[in-house]
């Protein structure tokens, strides 16, 4: 009696094994009668025919929905979840349901649950997976490029967390099958700087670099992320590894520049910044930078001449660089309001007699006007390119103000 029930038992069992098998076998053939709906859509649409082509994708979607319920309990069964093909079928089927936007609603994780699906398959059954590479590969390799589309829709709209989020995607997508889409990582990692994830962007940097990416590019932008995230022994070791690889390319020369003038070591690097000024002529900012160097009071090479030198060099190049020209005046004005401040502060008895008192505050009173003098055809051309401002205008009534002229001060009021 008992081995009579145990064989009706076995027998059962192969049955429902069978109808499992059944469903795989089901789900597949589902999705392919969705696909010939689908081409019979694109068709008509080439053909201007739209409301046919659209019935034809209802069509679609009703059948890859229930090729979809199919594979949806074949994964879970027991009897087939185990099987390379069971998941074969349900990445094709999830990716197509991910490739159309009339399909979308009825899983908006398609794209992730097919390339989980690649996974699977490689942990059940490497041979199987080996047969099948070329069109796992082309799958994961459609879904990146339609994640990298979204990150580059994103970027281009000031999205930069979103484009972060796609363009890592469109990595992860061909990295799941072993490819390395090193320009979605390279997008990657300047949307995370954007948005101040810079931990982020270094380790993405650095899989770049593992990945052969030897591009000044990629030293250039970690050296920054290191500068931004407050490791300044990280960037310095970053950035002299790129001129060492690419002493000539400028970008990597401009990060250098950065660097140093973050370090405050700018004595160190100023040799350099004249060099890059000298051969582009046409790029007046590293005179802008010489001269701000020069102007900075907090530098050890601090030198007023220097600076409107370099200022002076700036606007040659650009004659409507209105930076240029507002840093060329305020320099000479803050010098200018030292020496009256200094005068003021002189103290009469300090001296011989009152005569000595005012010949000698008399005499600062002149220096600090010849530099009023000089400031301000800086201010009136900064006024000039920018009439707008009013931190220039406040600029330019006060020096009229100190300089005694009165109609000219009245006249911007």
Do not use: C
Not at 251 to 278: C, W
Not at 313 to 334: F, M, Q, V, W
């Amino acid at each position: 009696m008992k081995k009579v029930v145990l064989t009706l038992v076995l027998a059962i069992l192969g049955q429902f094994a069978i109808a499992q098998n059944m469903q795989v076998q089901n789900a597949f053939n589902k999705q392919k009668e969705a696909q010939q709906y689908i081409d019979q859509a694109e068709g008509l649409k080439t053909q201007n025919k739209a409301e046919k082509a659209a019935k034809q994708m209802q069509n679609a979607k009703l059948t890859i929905q229930k090729a979809k319920e199919a594979i949806d309990i074949a994964s879970q069964n027991e009897s087939t979840m185990n099987q390379a093909k069971t998941w074969h079928y349900y990445a094709v089927i999830y990716y197509k349901i991910g490739a159309y936007p009339e399909f979308i609603d009825l899983d908006h994780d398609a794209f992730v649950k097919t390339l989980d699906a690649f996974v699977k398959i490689q942990n059940l059954d490497q041979d199987y997976y080996n047969r099948n590479r070329g069109e796992f590969q082309q799958y994961a390799a459609n879904i990146g490029a339609r994640y990298y589309d979204l990150g580059a829709n994103s970027y281009n709209e000031g999205n930069f967390e979103e484009a972060y989020i796609n363009f890592k995607k469109a990595y992860d997508a061909t990295a799941i099958v072993g490819g390395k889409d090193n320009s979605a990582l390279l997008n990657a990692a300047l949307s995370a700087m954007k948005v101040e994830r810079y931990d982020e962007s270094v380790a993405m940097f650095e899989i770049l670099i593992a990945n052969g990416l030897e591009e000044p590019t990629v030293y250039s932008n970690m050296a920054a992320a290191y500068r931004a995230a407050g490791n300044n022994d990280k960037m310095l070791e970053t950035i002299l590894i790129a001129r060492e690889k690419f002493p000539e390319d400028e970008n990597v020369m401009n990060e250098m520049i950065n660097a140093y003038l973050t370090l405050h070591r700018e004595d160190e690097i100023i040799d350099q910044i004249r060099e890059m000024a000298v051969a582009n002529p046409q790029q007046p900012i590293y005179y802008f930078i010489l001269g701000t160097i020069y102007g900075n009071k907090e530098s050890k090479l601090y030198n007023i001449e220097a600076s409107l030198e370099a200022y002076n060099k700036a606007i040659e190049e650009n004659d409507k660089y209105a930076d240029a020209y507002y840093n060329a005046g305020a320099l000479l004005i803050e010098k200018a309001s030292e020496i009256y401040e200094a005068a003021n502060a002189k103290d009469p008895s300090e001296y011989s007699n009152f005569n000595a008192y005012l010949k000698a505050t008399n005499e600062m009173m002149d220096e600090a006007k010849s530099y009023d003098e000089r400031a301000l055809p800086y201010v009136e051309k900064t006024y000039e390119l920018l009439p707008n401002d009013p931190a220039v205008k406040q600029a330019l009534k006060g020096i009229y103000a100190r300089l005694k002229m009165t109609d000219k001060a009245q006249a911007l009021d």
